[in-house]
């Protein structure tokens, strides 16, 4: 399996991202009636909370078509030298609705790679308080207010990464992903960053061919 | 365990990711070969198992190719959406592998979500069919809607364009898999159905848009049963309404049982005196459809849940 590039074509549909930003997709995800591409299907899956209806089984194999997936993408030479980090949840651990599933799913990832290679997943950036997920309200958070509500989690700082792969499920308006690069490239201005996301959101079916160069 | 693949270079993926733009203008430059034909790419395919159209080109080709592409996107104001898919992503559609020479590449516009359908039927026939012809397919897709299966057809005139408008009348899901380019608008009376399949439903063309440019009738007519074959993969089975004993129909009547999908001719079909298609796709495994249940009950059990 192959990722796609998020290309310039793709911009105008995550516009808190740059020419300059390094990410990747699996596929793409549309506000249709189905959920029944592969990739839609799995992050549908992997966002059901506790007594939602198909929470048990699907989740449990949305987390390890999501495993496979990061698994089927990742250079056997390369792997001892990146890190993962996962974005935070928009909720803070205490909140009833948190749900740390891009975290289990990197963890499910290292315990079936261990014994032939050392995964490195750190949660580098945690968050001070919750706030409402990007895709569930109209006023939507900014970079900035992310930036304010980040941390670096010191204790897991060390040693200092040089490739940082951010890892979320779906790539918005890219919000997030900004604010991670923006906090952590100034905590380790030598790593080099980019995202890996799931799916990325495509919006009213896009418009990455109807542009002109 | 899992074990994960090696790639020599440098780069954290094991394999190189792919841009869609770049693959797309891959795929017409393969196509600009006067050899191209869907037989010699998926030859080439099969032969670099794991190779992507744009490794066969440099960058800079495929940037002349784009330009020349982008006039026929049309203007920004103007977007379609119009899309692609790509094998070796993880949203190509894995059943159009069941295809003799299956397709690396397509484009689309709508809802993905249809080539995935937990139940997909083909209803295709005559361009040119009886009054009672038109009246057997609306019936027919109207059970078949009211059952959960998405209706694929091909947009030509006759029982397609029957099979479309009776399954969006009732409430359904409609593909369309067309054999001229996503960009161009065929037949010309079916422009707004198009439109509306486009917009709401699935519109799926493997035609390249720049060599369909290039060459006339007679070269473009060869893509209208390429994408029967296409259809048939994409589906759980086929439907023959109506056809005439030399109709591009028998094309995807062929290929649904190579691809080992089911095929149901309607027993209308095996009453005409004048066709002996029937018989012969009979004794191949066809099943001869007599009531909506012999259809149903044949593809209950052959249609697992794929949700």
Same mark, same amino acid.
């Given at each position: 399996?192959?990722?796609?590039?998020?290309?310039?074509?793709?911009?105008?549909?995550?516009h808190h991202l740059t020419s300059d930003d390094d990410c990747y997709f699996f596929g793409e995800f549309t506000a249709g009636r189905d959920n029944w591409t592969p990739?839609?299907?799995?992050?549908?899956?992997?966002?059901?909370?506790?007594?939602?209806?198909?929470?048990?089984?699907?989740?449990?194999?949305?987390?390890?078509?999501?495993?496979?997936?990061?698994?089927?993408?990742?250079?056997?030479?390369?792997?001892?030298?990146?890190?993962?980090?996962?974005?935070?949840?928009?909720?803070?651990?205490?909140?009833?609705?948190?749900?740390?599933?891009?975290?289990?799913?990197?963890?499910?990832?290292?315990?079936?790679?261990?014994?032939?290679?050392?995964?490195?997943?750190?949660?580098?950036?945690?968050?001070?308080?919750?706030?409402?997920?990007?895709?569930?309200?109209?006023?939507?958070?900014?970079?900035?207010?992310?930036?304010?509500?980040?941390?670096?989690?010191?204790?897991?700082?060390?040693?200092?990464?040089?490739?940082?792969?951010?890892?979320?499920?779906?790539?918005?308006?890219?919000?997030?992903?900004?604010?991670?690069?923006?906090?952590?490239?100034?905590?380790?201005?030598?790593?080099?960053?980019?995202?890996?996301?799931?799916?990325?959101?495509?919006?009213?079916?896009?418009?990455?061919?109807?542009?002109?160069? | =365990?899992?074990?994960?693949?090696?790639?020599?270079?440098? +780069?954290?993926?094991?394999?190189?990711?792919?841009?869609?733009?770049?693959? =797309?203008?891959?795929?017409?430059?393969?196509?600009?070969?006067?050899?191209?034909?869907? *037989?010699?790419?998926?030859?080439?395919?099969?032969?670099?198992?794991?190779?992507?159209?744009?490794?066969?080109? $440099?960058? !800079?080709?495929?940037?002349?190719?784009?330009?020349?592409?982008?006039?026929?996107?049309? $203007?920004?104001?103007?977007? $379609?959406? @119009?899309?692609?898919? #790509?094998?070796?992503?993880?949203?190509?559609?894995?059943?159009?592998?069941?295809?003799?020479?299956?397709?690396?590449?397509? @484009?689309?516009?709508?809802? #993905?979500? #249809?080539?995935?359908?937990? $139940?997909?039927?083909?209803?295709?026939?005559?361009?040119?069919?009886?009054?009672?012809?038109?009246?057997?397919?609306?019936?027919?897709?109207?059970?078949?809607?009211?059952?959960?299966?998405? &209706?694929?057809?091909? #947009?030509? *005139?006759?029982? !397609?364009?029957?099979?479309?408008?009776?399954?969006?009348?009732?409430?359904?899901?409609?593909?369309?898999?067309?054999?001229?380019?996503?960009?161009?608008?065929?037949?010309?009376?079916?422009? !707004?159905?198009?439109?509306?399949?486009?917009? *709401?439903?699935?519109? &799926?063309?493997?035609?390249?848009?720049?060599? @369909?440019?290039?060459?006339?009738? =007679?070269?473009?007519?060869?893509?209208?049963?390429?994408?029967? &074959?296409? =259809?048939?993969?994409?589906?759980?089975?086929?439907?023959?309404?109506?056809? +005439?004993?030399?109709?591009?129909?028998?094309?995807?009547?062929r290929a649904a049982l190579k691809q080992n999908r089911k095929l149901f001719i309607l027993d209308s079909c095996f009453e005409n005196p004048t066709i002996t298609w029937?018989? *012969?796709?009979?004794?191949?495994?066809? &099943?001869?459809?007599?009531?909506?249940?012999?259809?149903?009950?044949?593809?209950? !059990?052959?249609?697992?849940?794929?949700?």
């Amino acid at each position: 399996m192959r990722l796609q590039v998020v290309s310039d074509a793709h911009l105008s549909e995550h516009h808190h991202l740059t020419s300059d930003d390094d990410c990747y997709f699996f596929g793409e995800f549309t506000a249709g009636r189905d959920n029944w591409t592969p990739v839609k299907s799995l992050v549908h899956n992997l966002k059901k909370l506790p007594g939602e209806v198909g929470y048990s089984p699907y989740k449990a194999e949305a987390i390890e078509k999501a495993i496979n997936y990061l698994a089927g993408i990742i250079n056997s030479n390369s792997i001892e030298k990146i890190t993962l980090v996962p974005v935070p949840p928009s909720k803070r651990s205490d909140d009833p609705k948190f749900d740390d599933r891009i975290w289990t799913v990197l963890c499910g990832l290292q315990e079936k790679l261990k014994g032939s290679y050392r995964l490195d997943i750190r949660k580098l950036i945690y968050q001070t308080e919750s706030y409402q997920a990007s895709h569930t309200t109209v006023n939507r958070i900014t970079p900035q207010e992310l930036e304010d509500i980040y941390r670096v989690d010191e204790d897991s700082a060390l040693p200092e990464p040089s490739m940082i792969i951010v890892i979320d499920d779906v790539l918005t308006s890219g919000c997030h992903y900004r604010a991670m690069h923006s906090v952590l490239s100034k905590r380790f201005p030598s790593a080099k960053i980019k995202g890996i996301f799931l799916a990325r959101r495509r919006v009213d079916y896009g418009a990455i061919f109807g542009s002109p160069a | =365990m899992l074990d994960l693949k090696v790639n020599p270079s440098s +780069s954290i993926f094991a394999e190189q990711p792919i841009d869609v733009l770049q693959e =797309m203008a891959a795929y017409e430059a393969l196509w600009n070969q006067s050899t191209a034909s869907f *037989k010699a790419l998926a030859t080439i395919f099969r032969e670099n198992p794991n190779a992507i159209p744009s490794e066969f080109f $440099k960058t !800079d080709e495929l940037n002349a190719i784009a330009v020349e592409l982008r006039k026929h996107f049309g $203007k920004p104001e103007n977007n $379609k959406g @119009y899309n692609a898919c #790509l094998f070796r992503t993880a949203d190509y559609p894995t059943r159009l592998r069941d295809a003799e020479h299956p397709i690396e590449f397509f @484009y689309y516009r709508g809802e #993905l979500d #249809l080539a995935f359908s937990p $139940k997909s039927v083909a209803v295709v026939g005559t361009r040119s069919p009886s009054e009672e012809g038109v009246r057997r397919t609306r019936k027919l897709v109207a059970h078949l809607v009211n059952s959960g299966f998405t &209706i694929f057809s091909g #947009l030509a *005139k006759g029982v !397609d364009t029957a099979a479309h408008r009776a399954a969006i009348e009732h409430g359904g899901r409609t593909v369309a898999v067309i054999g001229t380019p996503i960009t161009e608008v065929y037949p010309k009376e079916n422009a !707004d159905l198009q439109e509306e399949i486009a917009n *709401k439903h699935l519109l &799926i063309s493997q035609v390249p848009i720049l060599r @369909y440019s290039k060459q006339t009738y =007679m070269g473009n007519r060869f893509f209208f049963p390429e994408r029967n &074959i296409t =259809m048939s993969a994409l589906t759980d089975a086929t439907i023959i309404v109506e056809a +005439s004993e030399t109709s591009g129909t028998l094309i995807q009547a062929r290929a649904a049982l190579k691809q080992n999908r089911k095929l149901f001719i309607l027993d209308s079909c095996f009453e005409n005196p004048t066709i002996t298609w029937p018989a *012969k796709f009979a004794e191949r495994g066809a &099943i001869r459809v007599r009531s909506f249940e012999d259809i149903t009950g044949h593809l209950s !059990d052959a249609t697992p849940s794929r949700l």
